[in-house]
């Protein structure tokens, strides 16, 4: 069983339909990008999964459990995906230290020597730990993403999800962030990656989820999607631009 | 009775002054407090309450409203101690006030720090305490120094209902001395004191609170 099913995934905004049945398993231990012409529904499928917005139709089962249920347990199942926002959404009030313990402390009510702990581990592994007493404003675009990510693993989450992770990067360090999903894999993390971005998807993802208009036009590694395939939605986005509509 | 102890006498109406202003600057912080929350949590019907609330304290002379809760309320069976009344008026006036300076302040939280602690597993409730309260009052910080000092100018309208305050006092000794111009004086000095007393501890606290990034409204 996969660790996370979506099936006929459905959203709409008033008259505006964003996502049109959208289905895909995203498998424990893989990475799997959902790539697509901006305003395709990419952020709108992370967001269906952990209900920031409620999808109007489909089911989503996570780790067994269904999300879309009535009576599932959201805040339970919110904790076990980590989740990496676009422009990062760090706690402005917070140290980086605090940043990644607040959860830790208010959730898994972890002492604060704990909570501590489990946070500068965190920070060490993406080589940030000096960074543990400043605030969000005196960071740089990079290493603010990097606390967003530290904040995301401390919750030890069973995937998480990045939502545009290089939009806001440099070609430089949007290599790093390719780099820092990349070593996410040699630690088994399981990663659902949400980008416009076709060298970064192509690069960290064993499979990228093609989306245009809504529905899922194909499910492949990134090269096949970019040479192989006829239908004329990928083959607009790879030849006319990424960002067409 | 010489200046050395109308001076002693005034210090002793300055500890009422003060009791009066952090008693009705509480009740303005929780009034206050609790309509921006209220607000933020989406409680819909209520806001015609809360826009009456404020529309009401906001245009009525403060004076009027003390005097509905000091000399009005006892005509229907319910008399207030003066400190009461006092906080039924110029506290209830603060709290309309700081409800819309709060109200401000919230708009200065970014929507997606709430939206991230949403998305890690916090309750609507864990993200206002943990992440909306705590930025919300530290931009609101001048503004509330604000209203604070506001409230203590109006502190002098608790002479009219028997609380023993610097202007009760210092009228009590005019009336006795005549000595009006010293006495005025130094009651607007110490006034003028507190007032500074105030700002520092603002001050001294705004430095420890102050955030990179974070600016006032």
Known sequence: ?245 | MNLAEIFLTLLRGATQTVIVTILCSLTGLSVGLGIAIARRLGLIWLEPLFVTFIYVFRGVPMLVLLFIAFFGLPSIGISVPGHVAMMGSLGLIAGAYLAEIFRGALAGVQHEEVEAALAAGFTRWQALISIEIPQMLRMAVPSMVNEFTTVLKYTPFAYTVGIPEIMKQATAAVSTTLQGVEIYAMAGVLYFVIYRLMLVCVRLADRHFTIPGLSSI
């Open chain 1, 1 to 245: 069983m996969a660790l996370l099913e979506v099936r006929n995934l459905s959203k709409t905004f008033g008259h505006h339909t964003v996502l049109d049945g959208v289905d895909f398993d995203l498998e424990a231990g893989q990475i799997k990008s959902v790539m697509g012409p901006s305003g395709c529904g990419k952020s709108t499928v992370l967001r269906c999964i952990n209900r920031l917005v409620e999808p109007s139709a489909g089911t989503i089962v996570f780790d067994g459990k269904p999300v879309t249920a009535a009576r599932s347990d959201l805040l339970a199942i919110r904790q076990r995906i980590g989740f990496v926002f676009q422009n990062y959404a760090l706690y402005r009030h917070l140290t980086v230290i605090d940043n990644v313990t607040l959860a830790l402390r208010k959730l898994r009510r972890l002492s604060p020597r704990a909570a501590a702990d489990r946070a500068g581990a965190e920070l060490r592994r993406l080589n940030i730990d000096e960074l543990a007493a400043q605030y969000p404003a005196e960071l740089s675009g990079g290493q603010r993403q990097r606390v967003a990510i530290a904040r995301a693993l401390a919750m030890d989450p069973a995937v998480l999800f990045f939502d545009e992770p290089t939009s806001a990067l440099d070609p430089i360090m949007a290599r790093e962030v390719g780099g820092i999903i990349d070593r996410l894999r040699r630690d088994n993390v399981t990663v659902l990656c949400v980008t416009h971005d076709f060298e970064l998807a192509r690069t960290i993802s064993d499979s990228i989820v093609f989306l245009s208009g809504g529905r899922v036009r194909a499910e492949d590694s990134g090269d096949r999607l970019a040479n192989d395939y006829g239908d004329p939605h990928i083959r607009d986005f790879f030849t006319k631009g990424r960002t067409s509509p």
